[in-house]
């Protein structure tokens, strides 16, 4: 389910860091948390578990000013807006978390992104879309994918194109089914089909990859990279589902993976 939130405030021109998708999952366990302490501290401590494992399954839209106007960028590292309106888009499958959200939201209508007070307006279900097995997506917010080698101590970033960016994200897509349906989902690399949109990365001329950082100027500020263009994914519309709804890649729950479909 998609939940849709409309912001305003009473500022002349509003303010935010580049760089805010932690500043703004942030607020999305605030207002969990007004409904529920101790779920919103659990979700965010330990999240729904497989094995090693720990899935948030939410994730949520950049933030956009109203009347599809663009952010004004700054030198310094931030952004600003005259627009009076903001909304930003928030997806899960786990029917708790969405409770939680829309009761959340009922406590108190009043927000913080970073040192900005906003007030929420609206709150609008969204319809869902059709899914199929073969569906065209544009990337939201970049998608991050990641393997362990032996030889690295980090995590290497992967991006279409690499030999296991596929099947990495087939894999991520299934642990998030098991987590979600309590059993394994099968699905064989043939039945899995993930093609980045070749002419737009010929329009950017290869600038697809996007470097963000989280926790900005903090001891334990963390970069990173992820792919940014339209794709098209065949697979099983269990899958996709998932991917639409929770995210696709890893870290969806700091902003990375949301999509919406293409012509939307």
Known sequence: MRINLELSHRKRTVTLPINNSYLVSSLIYNIVDKSSSEYAERLHEQGYRLANRAFKLFTFSPLYPGNRRKWVMHENGTMSTSESLLHFTISSMKSEFIEHLVIGLLQDPYVWIGKERFRVETVRKLDAPELTGDMEFIMLSPLVCTTKREERHYPQFLFPGDPE???????????????????????????FGFAIDQPYVERMQGKVQKLITLKEGRSDETKIKGTLAPFRLKAPRELIEIGYECGFGEKNAQGFGMVKLAGS
Not at 165 to 190: I, M, P, T
């Open 165 to 191: 960016f596929a099947r990495v994200v087939l894999e991520n897509l299934c642990r998030k089914y098991q987590v979600l349906h309590g059993r394994l989902f099968r699905c064989s690399d043939e039945e």
